[in-house]
């Protein structure tokens, strides 16, 4: 991903915060709706770029990297940026 795409995901979320029409925001809930199943997004505000969780196999607490660092606000709200984790 490179900068510049990155850039131009912020221009078109803060645009779509300001102008947010119905199709944006069903497909930010959607995805919202993911993001608070991973455990990156359990504080329900950005994406932790780490995270820790228990395995259901092991029992053991796993640290996970790979969060992006991103508020779901406008993480949610663009096209050009994907989850790192491919989970949208
Ligand atoms: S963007 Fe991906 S890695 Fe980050 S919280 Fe959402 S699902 Fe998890």
């Known amino acids: 991903m490179s900068r510049a795409n ?3 995901g912020m221009v078109e979320a ?6 947010p ?30 995270a820790k969780h228990v395995s259901k196999v092991t029992g053991q607490t796993i640290t996970s990297t790979g969060g992006c660092g991103c508020s779901f606000t406008l993480l949610h709200r663009q096209g050009r940026k994907k989850c790192h984790l491919n989970r949208w």
């Open 21 to 50: 029409t119905a199709i944006v925001e069903a497909t930010a809930d959607e995805k919202l709706k993911i993001c608070l199943t991973c455990p990156h997004g359990k504080n329900g505000n950005r994406c932790e770029t780490t």
């Open 6 to 8: 990155d850039f131009l």
């Open 14 to 19: 803060l645009k779509n915060v300001a102008f």
